[in-house]
């Protein structure tokens, strides 16, 4: 009976879990959303578009349906409690703080994209959070622009496999993504007015690519607009991409939601396709009128007087509403979720040592081996938390492994461990001379110094805002690192030619005063809560380094093709991005411009053979086959990274593109086969005379290596 009885239940359960499954079909989820949306008063559909508190929209309490909640933050979830703006008290359930986008993106691990989405969908859950604000995927298009360290790369193919891991593991969760900022937002400093004018082949293959590959690949939920104009119009209510590139030619079903306080006029608004209007106009605090927004109580007036139909108001409610019912927002269902638990916490820290990249390593430098007995530790970044900066990316973090405290956990006592905190943290301070001399003091003392400096976060708003270089609304000046580091840097190596350089911050610094005497730089970007456990661990040998470059490091900032081709506009209203299709390595290779590090670069304590290159044409694609293997005495990770050159093209194109890679782990003398199918839009480049995608015939080179600039392996394939 009782085997009978549970055969009964597991087939009633099995019925249940089939029609909850298809009780969330297309179908089903839209014939949901019409029949609330024919309940709604205008009112209520209006209250619906625009937001009721910093991070919150309205929901329908009459209809029982709750407020859709948001957090900022890509890579941590906010604990602002959903309503107003900053962080609240110090509190026993602080997230988990996640390496920076940039980090991920030095990855290039798309499984590591899909674990860092899942533990921010998992926290907005155990939050009440609906929508996480990201990913960001803008394009690293100048090393000035202050977000780059919460975007990813300077290559929109990597970006795009990278961001469909982050949205689908978020959204798995049963929480939205959202990500931004749609589109062309590629400096902070000028972002509210700035007007960018760019080519149609730029935009397509360059800037739009990540943003495509969220929505179509990975389904995103929502999108935000970015602040400034494009081609005239500004982004968030954008006739043009949103409306007929977003919506149209791709399909998108979700929601557009506004950058806080980018929306600027109803009617283009309403008419050029934004669908929610955030923002909270500070000087309202703490209670501003959230139904004078421009999407506010003047939409209902303009409906009310036959100006604006309903029917414009109702596709916008529509779409929050579909998402709404598909993640049980509406409903008030949601999954339990965790918080900052032990596994999210070894995700951060395997994104970290995925992360950091070994840029140089003269002499075996690296790892430091156990005959080291002591280290001086030195710089002011060596210690400080960098979780409390970078603007709408502060994290309240449970706890954040310092450099310093990792390597004093990770080297253990047998190390004596010195520390001397190298510069101050003031906006144009001269270089403290008694700093430096401490420093240099210990270093000389020490059989090895880790001088650990680069950018800084700053903090959010109002205290040290001043002293931001990587964070939302600053761009830096220059390539050159702040507060006299470079000083510092040259003291201690000439007190110790045994210095180790490592870099946080979000991309490139200029080098060229210290880099030739310099035996060993590491790379660390923000690696998180778990970053100097991570780092120590690199430092020491218990993990090899596999990160790589997911933007090129130019000698000096005049190299940069932004900033050499005309970036900034001389009128200050319209920027014009002369340098087109030739962003980043695209720029280096074909002018051939020697890069201070290559798109790609990152060094390992083994070494890699590449061998057995094969390219069969497969339809309007082609199938590339080729081994790697370990030739080296350690256990190593190597990202094998395809290029794709056209030898003769109608239009000019950049000397070569990434087209596929893959992130391998070998043991020593360990040999791995790779496949990567390359598929039609591999060869194709946009023809602005035709308005569409174009493959020509004509001879193709394949190209294999570990980086953009080393390249074992060459092929061709003619299509």
Known sequence: MYCIKHRLWAIVALVMAGAAASAQTPAA????????????????????????????????????????????????????????????????????????????????????????????????????????????????????????????????????KMVVGYVKGVQDQGVSACVKHYAANNIETRRNFVNVLMSERALREIYLPGFKAAVMEGGVNSLMGAYNKFRGQYCTHNDYLVNQVLKKEWGFTGVVMSDWGAVHNTIEALYYGCDLEMGTDLSMLPKPDYSKFYMGDTVIALVKSGKVAEAVVDEKVRRILYLMYKTNVADGVRKKGEYNTKAHQQTAQKIAEEGIVLLKNENKTLPLTAAVKSIAVIGLNADRKQSMGGGSSQIRAFYEITPLQGLKAVAGKQVNITYSQGYTIERGAQANAALIQEAADAARKAEV??????????????????????????????????????????????????????????GAVDMNQWINNTPAIVQAWYPGMEGGTALANILVGKVNPSGKLPMTFPKKLEDNPAEKLGMYAK??????????????????????????????????????????????????????????KNTGKVAGAEVAQLYVRQE???????????????????????????????????????????????????????????????????????M
């Open 449 to 506: 110094a880790i001088v650990v400096g680069g950018w800084t976060h700053g903090y959010n708003y109002n205290v040290w805002a001043d002293n931001a270089y990587d964070a939302e609304d600053v761009d830096k000046p220059d390539m050159q690192m702040p507060f006299g580091q470079n000083e510092l840097i040259k003291a201690v190596l000439a007190a110790n030619p045994k210095t180790i350089v490592v870099l946080m911050g979000g």
């Open 571 to 628: 009128d200050s209203l319209n920027m014009y991005y002369t340098d087109d299709i030739y962003v980043g390595y695209r720029y280096f290779d074909t002018y051939q411009v020697e890069p201070q590090f290559a798109f790609g670069h990152g060094l390992s304590y083994t070494t890699f053979a590449y061998g057995n290159l094969t390219v069969t044409k497969n339809g309007k694609g082609a199938a590339v086959t080729f081994t790697v």
């Open 648 to 718: 003769v093209s109608a239009l000019p194109r950049p000397y070569k593109e990434l087209k596929g890679f893959e992130k391998v782990v070998l043991q020593p003398g360990e040999e791995k086969k790779i496949s990567i199918n390359l598929k039609e839009d591999a060869f194709s480049y946009y023809d602005d005379n035709k308005h569409a995608w174009v493959e020509e015939p004509g001879v193709f080179d394949i190209v294999v290596g570990g980086s953009s600039r080393s390249l074992q392996l060459a092929g061709k394939v003619k």
């Open 29 to 160: 989820l839209s014939a949901k959303v019409e029949a609330t949306l024919k309940k709604l008063t205008l009112e209520e559909k209006v209250a619906m578009i625009h937001g009721n508190s910093g991070f919150t929209s309205p929901g329908v309490s009459r209809l029982g349906i709750r407020e859709l909640v948001m957090s900022d933050g890509p890579h941590g979830v906010r604990p602002e409690q959903g309503r107003y703006w900053g962080p609240v008290a110090p509190m026993a359930d602080s997230g988990t703080y996640l390496p920076t986008g940039v980090c991920l993106a030095a990855t290039w691990n798309t499984q590591l994209g899909y674990s860092f989405g899942s533990v921010l969908g998992s926290e907005a859950n155990y939050r009440g959070k609906d929508i996480i604000l990201g990913p960001g995927v803008n394009i690293l298009r100048t090393p000035v622009n202050g977000r780059n360290f919460e975007y990813q790369s300077e290559d929109p193919y990597l970006v795009s």
